[in-house]
């Protein structure tokens, strides 16, 4: 029997369903123009809105939208219809909800199957950091699966172990996601990026490029994952001097 690109992975599909739900509801990392539902962690400018408006509204600084938006390169560069993001990658995933449209709120939290995130891995895993920059957003569930890494613009980003990539693409609250299976036990998330380096399907070697950060400093969303269950990153990263 001839193996299509499904069979290169037999746990592709498990795996994937125990880290992230509803993937179809995929949406662009950036800024966009379009209509329809309002994404987790993302506003939609409306007539009247300035940039200042809109932090306040969010209980941020202009500062911190222009961070997190590449977009911005000035804060009285906005147009209506115009989705920004109001809250740091990463932290989107873990509680808030958006419209569906309908009346009702949908969301795009990581979901794990309940006796696999009970079960403690069989085996332990030693990782390399990711990418260069410090980190900005420490392990704080659930606000925070993982860590948001400040990253120079235009950096790249390296696998942390090697690995399959299992998943490749577009996820409500990660944006531009890599997931990278190291064995039965551990995966490796990487959201927020800008370019995707590798195919789906691919093995990576440690330190390989998995993806590309985009032309202004953005944070990269890094998460480890034993059983499905997130784990704090810093236990399996060396220490930086």
Not at 178 to 183: E, G, L, P
Request: hydrophobic residues 35%; positive net charge.
């Amino acid at each position: 029997m001839t193996k299509t690109r499904h069979d290169l992975e037999p746990g592709r599909r498990r795996t994937l369903a125990l880290l992230l739900a509803a993937a179809t509801a995929a949406i662009t990392a950036g800024c966009g123009t379009t209509g329809g539902p309002v994404p987790d962690g993302y506003y939609r400018v409306e007539r009247g809105d300035t940039l200042y408006s809109i932090a306040r509204k969010h209980r941020r600084s202009v500062r911190d939208l222009t961070r997190w938006n590449s977009d911005l390169t000035s804060p009285g560069q906005i147009e209506v219809g115009q989705l920004i993001r109001v809250r740091p990658p990463g932290a989107a995933a873990g509680t808030a909800t958006a419209s569906s449209g309908t009346g009702q709120a949908v969301t795009d939290t990581p979901r794990v199957d309940g006796a696999a995130a009970s079960r403690p891995p069989a085996s332990s895993i030693r990782l390399q950091w990711p990418a260069d920059g410090r980190v900005t957003t420490g392990f704080a569930p659930p606000a925070s699966k993982g860590l948001s890494i400040a990253v120079p613009a235009n950096g790249t980003v390296r696998a942390a172990a090697a690995g399959r990539a299992i998943h490749v693409g577009n996820l409500r609250g990660y944006g531009m996601l890599v997931i990278v299976k190291h064995n039965d036990d551990w995966l490796t998330v990487y959201g927020n990026l800008d370019q995707p380096l590798v195919s789906e399907g691919a093995q990576v070697s440690a330190g390989q490029d998995v993806g590309r950060m985009g032309a202004s400093p953005s944070e990269l969303h890094f998460e480890v994952r034993g059983n499905g269950k997130p784990v704090n990153p810093a236990s399996y990263l060396p220490s930086r001097g």
